[in-house]
Every structure is written in structure tokens, then in C-alpha cells.
């Protein structure tokens, strides 16, 4: 959703896209798992959503590492300002999505998943425009 021109319209995708079931929910400790956390505002609205299903507990979990720097030459990330991994810390990302916990794989893993021979670019995690 995070390419939607408006937060409104990430909002409606949100709505559209998932309709938790209180009745398997409620009273439950659960784990989300996404690809990543741009701005936050969708995460958030995934554990409000999940929140008031009656989830217990709720422990999100990203499959890429914090995005703190903006990509020029692929998709179109948004700046500084907006990628809240740029300005905050996992804890505080933690507290503003509301999750009971919250990890990032680490850039190492990444490595590690992908092959060390560096031929792709983490300029979305490190800040470095390596061009080969």
C-alpha cells in the first residue's frame, strides 16, 4: 500500500484488504509478518485492526531490514522525513505501530539469504549507492 499517492488511499487499501475475525482472534498472541515498513501508517492500522479483533498480543515481524535511506534509481521510496526507520528507533517504531515486539532482519542475514558477492544494492538500508 505504500505506494499510493495519498494516506487516505493507503487507509482504504488497508480496509480492503484485511478483515480480521474476531471469533479466531480474541484472546490469541499472534505474529505478523510483513516485507516492510516504510512510513509506519499501514503497520499501525494492521495491529489497530488487530487490536481491537481482540488479539492479545501482537508481535510483527519484517522480512528486510529497516529502511532508512530513500532509493533514487528503483522504486520510488519516499525521503527522509517520511521512511520512519530513518528517524526512529526500532523501539520507537515499536510504540507508534503499537506491536508487543518487533524485528527486523538484520542487513547480515539479508546477506547471507541472498549470497555475499555483492552484486545488488542496499542502498534502502546502508545509504550506499554501490554501482558496479
Do not use: W
Not at 5 to 25: F, T, Y
Not at 77 to 100: C, H, M, N, Q, W
Amino acid at each position: 500500500t505504500f505506494i499510493e499517492p495519498s494516506q487516505e488511499m493507503r487507509n482504504l487499501k488497508v480496509k480492503l484488504k484485511l478483515n480480521p475475525m474476531s471469533s479466531v482472534l480474541a484472546g490469541k498472541s499472534i505474529v505478523v509478518i510483513d516485507d516492510s515498513i516504510v512510513r509506519g501508517t499501514t503497520s499501525k492500522k494492521v495491529v489497530d485492526l488487530l487490536r481491537h479483533a481482540g488479539a492479545k498480543e501482537i508481535h510483527f515481524r519484517v522480512a528486510c531490514p529497516e529502511l532508512k535511506y530513500p532509493e533514487r534509481y528503483g522504486i520510488d521510496t519516499p525521503s527522509f522525513e517520511e521512511l520512519i526507520s530513518a528517524k526512529k528507533s526500532v523501539e520507537e517504531v515499536r510504540e507508534y505501530i503499537g506491536a508487543d515486539s518487533l524485528e527486523f532482519l538484520s542487513i547480515d542475514e539479508l546477506k547471507e539469504s541472498i549470497g555475499n558477492e555483492r552484486k545488488y544494492s542496499l542502498v534502502s538500508f546502508d545509504g550506499d549507492y554501490f554501482i558496479k
